[in-house]
């Protein structure tokens, strides 16, 4: 590819990545609005049409990495832990 298609397509990445957070910040308002209905109902469960909406509590239990480094010490929090590696795309401007 040419410098210039190069930043045509920078460009036409930057506008749909803008694109996406607006709807995905338009969706989320419609979620908050329907959530906000069911909670002016006091329903965890609601049937419209051919759709069940559900806004529950949901518990999960998650390992307290920074609790384990204090109470077992960071060496053996070292020994149970390994590196990844991965690849990052970025594109500064």
């Given at each position: 590819m040419t410098?210039?298609?190069l930043t045509h397509r920078i460009e036409e990445l930057n506008d749909l990545?803008?694109?996406?957070?607006?709807?995905k910040a338009e969706a989320e308002a419609i979620k908050d609005s329907i959530k906000e209905e069911m909670t002016i109902r006091d329903v965890e469960e609601l049937t419209v049409g051919d759709y069940i909406i559900r806004y529950v509590d949901v518990l999960s239990s998650r390992f307290d990495t920074k609790r384990f480094k204090v109470e077992m010490g960071e060496a053996l929090?070292?020994?149970f832990t390994k590196e990844v590696s991965s690849k990052r795309f970025t594109i500064s401007h």
């Open positions: 410098q210039i298609t990545e803008a694109m996406i957070e607006e709807l929090y070292k020994n």
